[in-house]
């Protein structure tokens, strides 16, 4: 039994209401910035791009930065940060 379709299979099924599912590598650039500096509270915002396409943007507060790092299972010292202008 075939698993795996293309399109032009399928394209029948989606317009009929059917969900399918596909799988895709998007690309995640993580922006963290503190916007008061009378808070600990820092705003991580996530986009998702597939090529030059923005799929979808997602945004969350962490109480700290240290909860940022452990969210994304970030080691302190890894060197993987950089400063925007």
């Not at 099924?13 to 650039?29: L, Q």
Request: proline residues 1%.
């Amino acid at each position: 039994m075939k698993q795996v379709y293309s399109y032009q299979e399928i394209g029948t099924e989606i317009d009929k209401g059917k969900s399918v599912v596909f799988t895709s590598h998007p690309v995640a650039r993580v922006t963290a910035v503190k916007k008061s500096r009378k808070s600990e509270l820092i705003t991580v915002t996530i986009q998702l791009s597939i090529g030059d396409i923005c799929i979808g943007i997602v945004e969350n507060e962490f109480s700290s930065v240290l909860d940022v790092l452990e969210a994304f299972n970030i080691n302190d010292l890894e060197e993987m940060w950089v400063v925007l202008e």
